[in-house]
């Protein structure tokens, strides 16, 4: 089906261990980007990328990383996970250059993630 | 400073009623402004975007303010199923990119 998910939807990890979010988008949109979301401090970018192999920091990137082999792809690692990384993570993608979309951000179903 | 800056509310209001959120943002080279909805913690989704001249879209009317820096989102008529949170979301000039910022959120509780 066309569209952008997530997975996994759920995730329950430990303190130490790496973990990969992934992302995947059907429309061939050039940006993506890497959300988190928690109370009190609403969407914040993680990373983001222009293009297949293009990547740039957001406002909270350390403990990440990410890449960008294909343009329909765009994983999430945590390398060494950490309790405050507990979060929803959201993938989303726009579609500026586009007429009929514009720069609109579609997001994925989100990936709650728990690191205890 | 938050660069995008909403009233967390709740705001309650009764069906029925109008409603208005405002959002300022500290960028004044910023593109493009949207507001969109988030249920629950579900994904958001693109409520509609805020266009100079301002638009409507049914009971929802968005109205940007270069000169003072807001956007602003009216509800008339507010039903039940309007309860969500509204998030203002600004692009605004990163490194080469027009790269999006959110604002916090602004709780919409409709009640009978």
């Known amino acids: 089906d066309a569209g952008i998910t997530q997975s996994p939807r759920y995730k329950i990890t430990e303190t130490g261990r790496q973990v990969t979010l992934m992302c995947h988008q059907t429309?061939?949109?050039?940006?993506m980007f890497w959300y988190r979301q928690d109370l009190g401090h609403g969407l914040r970018l993680i990373y983001y990328?222009?293009?297949?192999?293009?990547?740039d920091k957001g406002e909270v990137p350390d403990g990440y990383v990410v890449s960008r082999s294909k343009t329909e792809n765009f994983p999430l690692t945590l390398e060494s996970a950490t309790r405050s990384q507990t979060s929803v993570y959201f993938c989303?993608?726009?579609?500026?250059?586009?007429?009929?979309?514009?720069?609109?951000?579609?997001f994925g179903p989100g990936t709650r993630l728990t690191v205890l | 400073r938050k660069e995008v800056e909403q009233d967390p509310g709740p705001f309650n209001v009764p069906e029925g009623a109008t409603v208005a959120f405002n959002c300022t943002y500290s960028?004044?080279?910023?593109?493009?402004f949207f507001w969109y909805r988030q249920d629950c913690r579900k994904e958001p989704k693109l409520l509609m975007s805020?266009?100079?001249s301002g638009n409507e879209d049914g009971r929802f009317t968005a109205q940007l303010n270069r000169a003072s820096q807001y956007i602003s989102l009216l509800i008339r008529d507010s039903k039940l199923s309007d309860s969500a949170t509204y998030l203002c979301?600004?692009?605004?000039?990163?490194?080469?990119?027009?790269?999006?910022?959110f604002g916090r959120g602004t709780s919409l509780i409709v009640h009978p």
């Open positions: 805020v266009y100079s």
């Open positions: 960028n004044s080279a910023s593109q493009s």
């Open positions: 989303a993608s726009d579609g500026r250059g586009r007429p009929t979309t514009g720069d609109t951000q579609y």
């Open positions: 979301v600004v692009n605004a000039a990163s490194g080469g990119s027009y790269i999006p910022t």
């Open positions: 990328s222009a293009a297949a192999d293009i990547t």
């Open positions: 429309w061939s949109h050039s940006y």
